[in-house]
Each structure stands twice: as C-alpha cells, then as structure tokens.
C-alpha cells in the first residue's frame, strides 16, 4: 500500500501518442464499454439532441440505438430510481446530468437506496450505475448551476465518487466506473471539456483510490481536486518562478480515497495545502487534511492549509466571481506563505498570473 | 399526438379601448426589452445566459394585466416576460443582466434569478419546477391572510414531469388554495419535442382529474388569456380553489442566448413563419390608432434607453458584498 503513488507511472502502451479532448475521452469510452457490454445503457436528459451534452454523449444513439441511449422527461427523482432498478436488474445504467446541482432531486433514492441497498439486503442486490454529472463554471452560471457538491456523495457509505482532471483519466475512470458493481458518482467539469491529454485508443480501466502525483516537488505538497488539479499546476509555474518546487497531487477517486500518497507526499514535503472545487466546509479538503493529520501526528507537518469556494453562494456578477474562486495566483501566494511564513508577502506578477491561463497540461499521465 | 381542441372560455372575449392599449404597451415592452438584450448580448456586457420570452409575451401580459398589484406572481428563470408584465423595475433587471449592484438582485443572481418583492414577483429559480410549490406556500398565506389576494405559479411544459408538479396541484385542490397554474407550452425542452418526453398531450385532462377546472388557449392570444384570468382570479378571491390554463406558444429564439437555431434541426423554421403570422404585438398593436401607437413606442424606447444607461452607470458590486446576505442579519 504504502508505494501507491508508483501507479502514477503512464498507462499508455508504446502506441503513438493521440491526443484526445475530454469529452471525446468519455464518449469514447462510453462507446467502447457499449460496444463490450451489452448491458450497458446511457441516458438522461438531452444525451439524444444535436449538442449531445457538449459532444460527450454525441454519435450514441446512431451507433447502439434509442433502446440503449435514450433522453427522458423532467423526471429526475424517478429517473435515478428507474437507473437503481435496472442496474439491480442486472443491467449498467449511466445517468447523465448537465449539471451537478439537479442531483439534488436524485438524493433520496441515491442516498436511501442506491448507497445502501447491497449492504441493507445483506447482499442479495447490486446496484452497478453511474451517475454522470459536470459542475458549471462563469459566464453568470450562478448559484444554481455551479456547485461542487461530491463532499455530500463522499459523506455516504456506498457511494463512490470521482472526479478525473484530464482526458486521459476521464476515460480510464468511466470505464471503471461502468465495470464496477457499486454506484459511481462521476464528478466532470464544464472547463476540463475543452482540455486534451494523450489518450490510448484501447479501453483502460484507471483504477479507483490511486491518486496521481502531476508534478513533483519537494516543498509543498499541493492537492488539487477536479479542475483546481489543473489550476494547481499553473500554481506550480509560477511558484517555480520564487524559487518553490511544489508537488501537485491529483486524487482523482475521493472516494475510495488514496491517502497514503498524499500522506507520504506530505511527509517529505513538510507542508499541505488542499484545494477543492467546492466549499470547504465538511468538505474533501477537510476530509484529507484530517486524514493525513491523523495518519502522521499532529507535529509531522510545519503547515496546512486549505482553499475553496468562499463560503457563500456563487454569485453571477464577474466582480465578485472572481473572488469566489481559487485561482493560479491565490493559490501561489498561498503556498509561498505556507512555505515561508516568516518572508515578506508575495504575490506572482499579474503577467505571469494571466500567462498561466495559456499553459496547457496534456500529460501523458 | 392528436390535438385537442380549446376549452371554450365563457362570456365576452373582448377588451375595450383602454385593455387594449395596455396590452399592447406590455406585449411590445417586452418584445422590445428582449430584442435590445439580444442586441446588447455580444458586446459581453451583460454577464448572465438569457432565456428570451420573444414569441411568449402574450402569456405574461394576459394574466399579469387583470391582477392586483398586491397578487403574487412566480416566474421561470425565461421569466424576463413575467417579470416586466408585474410591473417588475426595467432598470433593475437590466443592470442585474450587467451584474451590477443596482440590479434587483444586486447583480449577484443574474437573468435566471429576478426578483421584484415590492411588486409582489417572487425570485425565479434555475431549477425547473422549484418554484411551483413556492407560489403554492404563498397561496397558502395569501389565505390565511383572508384578503382575497392571489397567486400564480408560470412554469413550461417540461416541468410538467416532474413529480412536484402533480403533488403541488394535488395540494393545491385539496386545501382550495388560490393559485392559478399557468403552462407555457412551446412544445420543446431545451432541444426536446413533446413527443419524446409526454407519453399523451392531454396535459388539461390529467390535471382535471384532481378536480381543478382547466382551460387550453392554443392560439396564442392575449384576449384570451386575459379574458381567463380575469374570470378566473374572480372565483379564486371568493374561495375557489386552483385552476389551470395550458398556453400553446412559439419560443423564437434558441433555448439560452441571444440567437437563433433552426439550422440545427430540431424545429422547423416554417413553424416559426406561423406563429410570425399570428405575432401579438402586430395583432393588438393593429388595432390601435396610429398615432396613439407611435407614442408608446416612442416612450418604450425612451425606457429602454434609460434603463440601458442606468445599467451601465451602475457600479460592480463592492468585494465585501461576496459574504453579504449569506445569513440574514
Ligand atoms: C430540474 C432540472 N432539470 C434539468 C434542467 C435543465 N434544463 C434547463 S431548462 C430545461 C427545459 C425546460 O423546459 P420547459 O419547462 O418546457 O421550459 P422552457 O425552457 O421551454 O421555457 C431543462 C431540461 C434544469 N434546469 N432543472
């Protein structure tokens, strides 16, 4: 266990290097697991129509039919039971949503059934589903389109949750989300769709509870959750920039959640910073931090810190916006503080901050 | 699906002089209104996605007209129509699209999340169906207030199939509560037909059965529709209970944005031709006296000019308003 991180190595065969978007990495992988398991369907609202959840899902139907990729009505809470159903019937159901908020009308059946039902029948039922849903971000999506809610899915045994970063685990994730037996929450973000890393065309399964180290460094163990993963690296450049080689972990499963690595990383670094995609409190950054706390000593480590959205509700005007989130440049200034408290305040140049954007991480991972 | 013919409404279903002007002036306020943030749209200066009314004017302007000012109303978040039928501030709506602190919202909810509670428009919300049983709540106080106000609940076809519909209209008859369902129905969520998601469209016969009188008007027109909430807001101050009216209507533009969409084939511009030819705003505006009728255009783009300018003065939110109204103090 405790050489986990190794898994970071590449997955990749020798095949040359294609680069792949993410949501064509989820839709291929989508298509392949279709194409190997009869009993996989797809569907949800909008998966059929011309935009085809902005190209994830785009080409499915033609291919494998209205039988096994279908829209349905406005029905959310029924819908995640119909998907409970027939993945105990036997079936492996992804249930796509647009965004992560309308979970909201899944939680009772994914809380009281899906979660619980292989243990409450002492075994007797599975329920192998997948739930797909992508977390908004600007362009005023606002407080009912923009929330990082995994922490309430990570807070419930029996529920797995993920939140790949990059193309290359998006897919490698969703055909281990399909393949497994236990309900899956998908954790995607609008941002990260447009983003490409080197994908192998062959179906590779990214296993559950290894997380990924991104970037390697000795001063600063940085954890970066969903697209704060990506932020997280650009952090990295320009903290390189003062002279702070930071190590960049992406967790990529939270739930089962592989704290050895990060644990290890923290270790030899001295100092933890978790940044999430959601709020912070009761959420995965408390988690970690608590985790690797409890697994190291109180006095293993000379820092912790945390960063997330503010605790407040996302509001749609840009000005304030952009305070809500972490970015590349708060999420520097930071760091450096945890690594040197006692230095005088820094902040990357506004340039470099800006420049950041333009970095592009393609892996391969 | 077979369509079904109108409930006939009863009585006269004509307005006279004064009705008629008045709805002129809201139908083409808010054609005018959403045309201007569709022009405005590209420029990045407003900083929310929009759901244009354009195409379901009627709808708003024929059941806001006959209400009282103190009646509630709950828009969607395509609730621009609604928002301005009620009386809601044309300059706070426009710098809350700007994101600007003047917004009626104070630039923090958007296009999607209007509010106007000085005129009675409860905030809109950006999950479909959320605010039916909202309205109904209000309902429920605006009884127990016992001042023969009113509440209406607009909501669009695909919120129809979500469960909190059926259990808000169920609630609604049992306890007789005075709140009138009103259905825009432009055929399509999002990108979706009817077909796809209605297993019949017999939408008024389902919501008949928990014994609430329910009314179609298909053609879109605005006399109609008012001439059923006047009669129907009547019977609700006396203690009826809740009805319900399917409006049949055209969304011209794409789901979310300022343009567009028939090349994407999902709906057929010939469609859109018909329901061109049938325009409210052309059809009340034709029967006003012309100059009577430059007039209000005239004073409709002075507004709009206004409320434009006062968006754009208005300043960005200051830092601290990040953590304001987060709890109420
Ligand atoms: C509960 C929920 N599910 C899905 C969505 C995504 N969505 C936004 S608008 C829309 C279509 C709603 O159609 P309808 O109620 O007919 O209203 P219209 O947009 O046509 O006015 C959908 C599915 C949502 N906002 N909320």
Known sequence: ?365 | MAPQGDVPLQGNVDVDAGTLERLYRGLRRIRRVEEEVARLYPSDKIKSPVHLSIGQEAIAVGVCDPLRADDVVAPTYRGHAAYLAKGGDLNGMMAELYGKVGGCARGKGGSMHLIGMERFILGASAVVGTTIPLALGFALALKREGKGRIAVAFFGDGATEEGVFYESLNFAALHRLPLLFVCENNFFAIHTPLEKRWATDRLCERVATYDIPTTKISDGDVIKIHAWTTESAAALRTGAGPRFLECHAWRWREHVGPGEDYDAGYRARADLAAWQQNDPVERIGGRIAAPVRAAVDAAIEREIADAVAFAEASPFPDAEELTAHVFAE
């Open chain 1, 1 to 365: 266990m405790s050489s986990r991180s190794e898994a970071a190595a590449p997955l990749r065969a020798a095949a040359p290097e294609r680069r792949l978007r993410y949501v064509e990495a989820l839709n291929e992988a989508v298509a392949q697991e279709m194409a190997r398991d009869p009993r996989v369907f797809i569907f949800g609202l909008d998966v059929d129509d011309h935009k085809g959840i902005q190209g994830s899902t785009v080409g499915l139907q033609q291919r494998f039919g209205r039988d096994r990729v279908f829209n349905t009505p406005l029905s959310e809470d029924a819908m995640t039971g119909v998907a409970i159903g027939a993945a105990m019937a036997g079936m492996r159901p992804i249930h796509v949503h647009i965004r992560m908020d309308f979970l909201m009308l899944c939680m009772n059946q994914l809380v009281n059934m899906a979660a619980k039902a292989h243990y409450m029948y002492g075994g007797a039922v599975k329920v192998p589903l997948v739930v797909r849903s992508m977390i908004g971000k600007s362009w005023g999506q606002g407080a009912q389109h923009s929330q990082g809610l995994h922490a309430m899915f990570m807070h419930v045994p029996g529920l797995k949750v993920v939140a790949p970063s990059n193309a290359h685990d998006a897919k490698g994730c969703l055909i281990a989300a399909i393949r497994d037996d236990n309900p899956v929450i998908f954790v995607e973000h609008r941002l990260l769709y447009g983003t490409e890393a080197a994908v192998p065309e062959v179906p590779y399964a990214t296993p559950f509870g290894q997380a990924r180290i991104m970037g390697r460094g000795d001063d600063i163990t940085i954890v970066g959750i969903s697209n704060m993963a990506v932020e997280c690296l650009r952090a990295r450049e320009l903290l390189s920039a003062a002279g702070i080689a930071a190590e960049i972990i992406d967790p990529i499963s939270l739930v089962p959640l592989d704290i050895e690595t990060i644990a290890a990383s923290a270790r030899r670094t001295g100092r933890l910073l978790v940044v999430d995609n959601a709020w912070m409190t009761c959420g995965a950054s408390a988690e970690i931090v608590a985790r690797v706390l409890e697994r190291l000593g109180t006095r293993a480590l000379q820092s912790v810190g945390r960063m997330g959205f503010a605790p407040t509700t996302c509001p749609t005007t840009p000005a304030l916006e952009r305070e809500f989130y972490p970015n590349p440049a708060t999420i520097a200034e930071r760091a450096h503080l945890l690594v040197r408290p006692d230095a005088p305040a820094w902040r990357p140049a506004a340039e470099d901050a800006a420049l950041a954007y333009q970095l592009q991480f393609r892996g391969p991972f």
